[in-house]
Each structure stands twice: as C-alpha cells, then as structure tokens.
C-alpha cells in the first residue's frame, strides 16, 4: 500500500523542550501529519523500544510511525504490541534487506540519499525493497550538523526527476517551500524543528497541510454505488469531484438498474472483487480523501472499515445512504449496527433529515430539532456533522455544520426544480474535494453550497428523463471557461504566423524588398526608408518601455526596456551613420517629415499602449521583430538571391543588421513572452491580440512599400 507522506514529521527531543516528544507528536498529528519518524541518536535501544509503545498508543493509528535506524527497536515494540509501521534508514545503517525481510511486506522503509550514487544503490536492491528516498538536505540546517551539501530546490528537482521512488525533501524545509517543492516533484516534506520547535505543534502542522493541499490537484476517491442513467452514485461523484478542480476515482459497492423514475434492481458484487478494487487503488495512488456512499449490507460495511484502517486517508466524508426519498430504509438492522464502526472513521457525515433521524434513534420535528439531533450526533461520533434541510418544507433551504464546539448554518431561498436527483451525493463528493484541497471546512461547506445551487438552477436545461433529472454539474465551468480548448505556445505562434502569410508574402514582392536584395534600389528610396525608420524607431522606443511598465515579471520588465535602449542608442546609432554622419544622432536625424505610412503605424502602437492592457501591447510590438528577423535570415540565406550576400552590395553595412544573432534571440524571447501571454488570456483577449497583430504586420507591409 502506498504511504501519504505528504507532512512527514521528523522529532529531536532537545527541540521539543519540556513540551516532550509524545505531546508535541500527538498535537502534530492533530494538525495533520502523516508520518512520525522517532529520531534520537542520544537513547539506548530500550529507551526507543518504550517510546516507540508510547508514540504509538498516543498516535493510535492516525499516522504512520516509523523509526530512524533502530530496526532491533521497532522488532521490540512490535512484539509489545505497539503500532510501528517501518523503519527509516541512512546509507550506513542496518541493512534494508534486513529489514524488509524481519518487518514484513507491508512495513514502510524509507532510505536517505542525496546523490546519484545512493539513488543507483537503491535502484539496485529487489524491487519492493525501499518504499521512498528522504533526499536532502534542501539546505543547512541545526539539526544535522553533519549534513552533506545543501541540494536546494534545483538540486531537489534533478534528483526527484531522475528517481522512480517517491522523494521526500528533508533538510532546512519550512512553510515557505511547500509550492516550490511540490512543484519539484517532492511525495511529502520531511520537517524537524519547524514542528518540534512550533509554539503550537498542530496550528503549524495545519498551516502545512493546507498549503501543500492547496498547491496540487487532490485525488478523491468515490466508494458508492453506480448509476446508469448519470445522475447519482460514483457517476455524480466523479462529476462533481471534477467540478470541484479534483482527480476522481471510483470504486463501486453496487450496481443498480435505475434512472430518473427510481431505482429497478439492485446487484452487489462479490466482496472479494470489492475488497481487490480499493487495493488496487492504494496500492498505487496517495489518496487525499474519501468520499463514502451507498454501501449495501453489512459485509460491504465491514470491509469498506478494514481498508480504511489500513488505509488511513486524511479525509474521510461518509453521506449515509439509509433512507430513500420516499422513507424507506435501505438497509438492514445489522448493516445500521455496522455503520456505527464507519462513522467513527469520518471526518464529516452529511445525512438527510431522515437519516439523521435512524442515526439517532428518533424521528425530527422541525430544523432546530434537526440541529439539535445533529449536536448529539457530532458528539456521539467525533465528527462534523452536515445537517441538511432540503426535505423541510418552505421558502428557505438551510444547512448547518456541526462540530468542534460550533454550529455554523447557512441558509438560502429554496430553488424551484424537479431536478435534484444526486444532490446528496454531489453535495458530498464536492465538499470532500474542496477540504482535500486544504479549505476549512466551513468555506468548504459554503463553497461545495454555492456550486451545487448553480448546478441546480441549471438542471432543467439538462432535459434528461421524465422522473427527478439529475443538477447540471457543470453549467457554471462551460459558462465561466466556453468548451475551447486551451492552445500552447507553440500552437499560437504556428497559427498568427500562418494566418498572415498573405502579408508576407506581399512583402517578400514588394518593389523595395526586391531591388534592395539585388542592389538596385537608389540611395533617394534607401535613405528615405532610413529617414522613416528613424522617426518610428524613436517612439517604438516609447513603446517599448511602456511595455516594460506593464510587464507582469521582473524578467519581461527588463526584457523591454533592454530593447528600448537597442532601439534608442544601437539601432539610431547606424541610421546616424548613414544619415548625419558628421553630427551623430541628433535633431538632424529626425528631420524628416512623416510619410503617411510611418504615421499610421505609429498611431496604431500607442492606440494600443493607451488602452493600458499589456498582452494586447506586446502582440502589436511583435510583428517588429518577427518580420525584420524572418526577412533578415532568408536575405542572408540566399532566397533574394546571392548578391544580398556579397560584401562588395552597396547596403552589405545594412543587410548584415537584419541577420544579427543577438536580434534572432531577442525576436525568440518576444515571441514566447506574447505566445504565452495569449495562452493565459481569455478567448476574447486573445482574438484582440490577434487582432493588434495582424493590424501591426500589415503597417509593416505599408512601410516596406512606402519608398518605392
């Protein structure tokens, strides 16, 4: 079975202080760590073997507790009767072999290792040998003075890339790292003294958790029953596990035969499949939560509790399936007995007013009867409770979540509709998502309430069956996000510069192009061209550093303005030497009146800079560069013919700037900057862009054309 080791929390007895280990453990599995790792290089075996007993009765199997070097230890404490889950290993320890073979296949060996080699010797090893690699340190760190050299996160990616084994990055880690080095490819965060030196062991554990929550997709699993006509079971799940910005899975107690009229037959497969499919499952993937539904019979109950144990996802939502709308009770009094053991195993239950009613041994009368039963129930449980108000009667349709000493309710009009078919299941799988990926569970509830009232406003338009049709899971993202399919990079810049080969085309014919290749153009047209250029290239400048003030990064900031000071004092420089060779840039340089064309060109860039949006900006400011580089490279390529290439043409001085490989990487980096921008825009945005794109290129157009 494959470990969580999202929040791996590392102890030091001295950093503990009088807190001590056992408590300052216990609170941080409160917080949410995953895995506790028993270091403390000063104690005897005999002393680890007694902490091991009290770390794990103190844990009680709410994390995985593991312990560092000390396998004869964790053999000890087994043989007492202790929960140790494995054993964590440096190089020089004992031998993972060993320890494989004395704690079985299913303890969890971790192994430290920050090189190539130590990766290749772990690789070496028979398969199933080590579950994880600790690699580290990510940089110096008090606790481990002895450390080899810091990787940091560069080094922490490299190594993560190149391991088949889940790395967890240990060494100097604090809060602030969660996003760089879950992006790095880390399976957890191994932390020492930002746990065991927190003033509040679980707050801080929390605030872990939920940022590493936050910076990943979670994977939500659906055990529930199947329907075929879409609307409820693990089909609504998965739907609403999706809508919620989840990955879901599904692993299915019972087939039914039903559709928006109500339910035919009903068929429970073996529980032996039932048990292969959740293995199956956390064998291979970290599961972030669990979202728990229809569950048939008691043996069904039963096993779903055993996998669970061993299991141990962090989140558990259990919506109990016991009362159908029309008040019968779906299951039988052995399989209510068996319940009792699964909701002790929740971390939120969401009945319906009749099934709080069974959980409580009593009918309810009225919502503040139903709060009141919700009370007694969190309580009876240890778990929030969901109490929900959609079967009352009126004009509003409360909820209220219950527990941890409070109840918060939240209440809205009633929506009129006869497409409510799967909201209990909807409703519970989204809030699984949402707390998975580190919402408090009141902005979870309130979050989960807003989309599933969106979904149900929209159902009608689903026109599916003639009964009680399903909620429209996803009306809100096809209205917000379209069904576009989101372009690259690569496929922007392939299609603007596809969708103007009309243009450049024309340029290619242009009478100027042509007799500027071969030669012929006379100096009157050339220093014209110069004479225009010149005048653009002083506001493009301008242009350019407003860009540089829109820019979103520091490195497209000085990207900008690096090419408006080209503009200004390498590009001006060579027009100067052609046109006031005696008086350098100067006034004399900008002389000239403007042609009709340059004007034109100009309006259109600071048009588009005054509308202050910056993709729309640097789209125009493109055609700049792309064309003058495309042009520049097929000229010196021998496409206008080999006299372009010769040092004796009378413009050689010329022609050479429009092939200089500075300016090629520079037209590379403008072109990913715009692609990229057009990729994070809008579809409207990005067909603005097209738009000031292909407006610019065409003024390219007219200004070749404009000497001749």
């Known amino acids: 079975m494959i470990a969580d080791l999202s929040l791996y929390l590392v102890t030091d007895p001295a950093l503990c202080g009088e807190r001590g280990v056992v408590d300052t453990v216990r609170h941080a599995v409160d917080g949410g760590v995953r895995v506790v790792q028993l270091r403390d290089k000063q104690a005897t075996d005999a002393e680890i073997t007694a902490q091991l007993i009290e770390l794990s009765r103190a844990i009680d199997g709410r994390s995985l507790l593991l312990v560092n070097d000390r396998l004869d230890a964790a053999i000890a404490a087994r043989e007492a009767g202790a929960r140790v889950d494995g054993v964590h290993l440096g190089q020089g320890d004992a031998s993972v072999l060993r320890a494989r073979s004395e704690l079985g296949p299913d303890a969890l060996i971790g192994l430290t290792a920050n090189s190539r080699a130590h990766l290749d010797a772990a690789l070496a090893l028979p398969a199933g040998t080590v579950d994880y690699l600790g690699v580290g340190v990510i940089r110096p760190t008090k606790t481990k003075p002895d450390h080899p050299p ?111 009229q109500g339910v035919r037959a009903v068929h429970v497969p073996p529980i032996d499949f039932l048990r292969e499919q959740l293995h199956a499952i956390s064998d291979d993937i970290v599961i972030d939560a669990v979202k728990i539904g229809m569950l048939a019979n008691a043996e069904v109950i039963r096993t779903v509790v055993e996998w669970l144990d061993a299991a141990r996802p962090p989140i558990v939502v259990v919506d109990p399936v016991m009362v159908a709308t029309s008040g019968d009770r779906l299951l039988d009094a052995e399989a209510e007995h068996a319940l009792g053991a699964l909701l002790a195993r929740a971390d939120v239950i969401t009945p319906n007013l009749g099934e709080l009613g069974v959980l409580v041994g009593r009918d309810i009368d009225g919502w503040d009867d139903a709060l009141a039963a919700g009370a007694v129930l969190s309580t009876a449980i240890g778990a929030r409770v969901l109490v929900k108000g959609g079967h009352l009667d009126g004009a509003e349709a409360p909820d209220a979540l219950i527990g941890a000493g409070t109840t918060i309710e939240f209440t809205d009009a009633r929506i009129e509709t006869r497409n409510t078919h799967g909201t209990g299941c909807s409703l519970s799988s989204a809030l699984a998502t949402r707390l998975a990926r580190g919402e408090a569970p009141d902005d979870a509830v309130a979050g989960s309430r807003a989309w599933l009232r969106e979904s149900l406003r929209e159902g009608e338009a689903l026109m599916v069956g003639r009964g009680h049709g399903p909620i429209n899971h996803f009306a809100g993202l096809w209205a917000r996000g379209g069904l576009e399919t989101r372009p690259s990079a690569e496929g922007i810049a392939t299609d603007w510069w596809e969708r103007i080969s009309g243009i450049r085309s024309d340029i290619d014919g242009l009478p100027f192009i042509r007799a500027l290749a071969d030669g012929t153009l006379g100096r009157e047209a050339f220093v014209f061209y110069l004479e225009q250029d010149a005048l653009y290239l002083r506001e493009y400048a301008r242009v350019l550093a407003e860009a540089s003030r829109l820019a979103p990064t520091s490195a497209e900031q000085a990207f900008w303005a690096h090419s408006a000071h080209g503009s200004i004092v390498g590009e001006l420089e060579l027009h100067a030497s052609w046109l006031t060779p005696e008086a350098g840039v100067s006034a004399e340089t900008f002389a000239a009146e403007r042609a009709p064309a340059t004007a034109a060109y100009l309006d259109h860039l600071r048009a588009t800079a005054f509308t202050g949006d910056y993709a729309e900006l640097i789209a125009a400011i493109l055609p700049c560069f792309w064309l003058y580089d495309d042009l520049g490279r097929r000229l010196h390529e021998g496409e206008f013919g080999e006299y372009a290439c010769d040092p004796q043409h009378p413009y050689a001085s010329w022609l050479a700037t429009y092939a200089d490989p500075a300016f090629e990487q520079a037209t590379v980096q403008a072109i990913a900057y715009v692609a990229e921008a057009a990729v994070s825009a809008s579809p409207a945005q990005r067909s603005r862009m097209y738009r000031a794109f292909e407006i610019a290129a065409a003024h390219e157009l007219a200004f070749f054309a404009a000497p001749l």
């Open 150 to 260: 810091a990787l940091g996160v560069d080094g922490f990616r490299a190594f993560a890339a190149a391991s088949p084994l889940p790395c967890v990055a240990i060494g100097g880690v604090g809060i602030d790292d969660t996003e760089a080095l879950r992006d790095a490819g880390a399976a957890g965060l191994a932390v020492v003294s930002a746990l065991c030196a927190a003033e509040d062991p679980a707050e801080t554990a929390a605030a872990f958790v939920q940022r590493w929550r936050a910076a990943g997709v979670p994977r939500v699993l659906s055990i529930a029953g199947s329907d075929p006509s879409g609307g409820a079971g693990v089909q609504a799940d998965l739907k609403s596990i999706a809508a919620s910005g989840g990955y879901g899975m599904a692993v299915i107690t019972a087939l039914t035969a039903q559709n928006t």
